[in-house]
T-cell receptor, first 118, second 113 residues
Framework: DTAVSQTPKYLVTQMGNDKSIKCEQN?????MYWYKQDSKKFLKIMFS???????INETVPNRFSPKSPDKAHLNLHINSLELGDSAVYLC?????????????????FGEGSWLTVV | AQSVSQHNHHVILSEAASLELGCNYS??????LFWYVQYPGQHLQLLLK??????LVKGIKGFEAEFIKSKFSFNLRKPSVQWSDTAEYFC???????????FGSGTRLQVQP
């Protein structure tokens, strides 16, 4: 029944490793997002996809690469992990981008994936 | 560029006290504003949102917020807090151009029994 689900929920890995976080939504939404929440709880958008098309690509290192195989899935792959990548990565989804300003539409968030790089 | 400021970083209240969390935004387009709550270990949940119309918006769990255009503010209020309201609260503005939310830095609310 979970609307936006992410796996894994917790991930501890060593510097230099490559890891992926997966996200799936069963809401029938067209738009999906990745946000990063740092140790001070600050939330910043990283990427958004609308129906498998990349819409937002913030100034994040190119070690981060999103992939959307279909509109219900948005995965995040991180190469050569660094200590500073430790954070909570939040996946989200919303109805078709451009309709967000209409009442009743909102962005739904997953529970987050807690990444710790040691 | 749009931005959101939450000046209260950490608020400590006793149960039954009244709550007001400040939120100021900067955005040149049509304003759509949100308050989200994040309970410990849980995901972000929508408390309330403003798109247009009545500037006083009521949300879940007894929360409300007032949009004051002249002050660029969207403060969150609750008349009487409960211990279960302990959480992190985030104000956000929708960037309709980029079609994404810009969040404030969050306010940690701690309610003591």
């Amino acid at each position: 029944d979970t609307a936006v689900s992410q796996t894994p929920k917790y991930l501890v890995t060593q510097m230099g490793n490559d890891k992926s976080i997966k996200c799936e939504q069963n809401l029938g939404h067209d738009t999906m997002y990745w946000y990063k929440q740092d140790s001070k709880k600050f939330l910043k958008i990283m990427f958004s996809y609308n129906n498998k098309e990349l819409i937002i690509n913030e100034t994040v290192p190119n070690r981060f690469s999103p992939k959307s195989p279909d509109k219900a899935h948005l995965n995040l792959h991180i190469n050569s992990l660094e200590l500073g990548d430790s954070a909570v990565y939040l996946c989200a989804s919303s109805p078709r981008a451009g309709t967000l300003s209409f009442s009743g539409n909102t962005i739904y968030f997953g529970e987050g994936s807690w990444l710790t790089v040691v | 560029a749009q931005s959101v400021s939450q000046h209260n970083h950490h608020v400590i209240l006793s149960e039954a006290a009244s709550l007001e969390l400040g939120c100021n935004y900067s955005y040149g387009g049509t304003v759509n504003l949100f308050w989200y709550v994040q309970y410990p270990g849980q995901h972000l949940q929508l408390l309330l949102k403003y798109f247009s119309g009545d500037p006083l918006v009521k949300g879940i769990k007894g929360f409300e917020a007032e949009f004051i255009k002249s002050k660029f503010s969207f403060n969150l209020r609750k008349p009487s807090v409960q211990w279960s309201d302990t959480a992190e609260y985030f104000c956000a503005v929708l960037d309709t151009g980029r079609r994404a939310l810009t969040f404030g830095s969050g306010t940690r609310l701690q309610v003591q029994p």
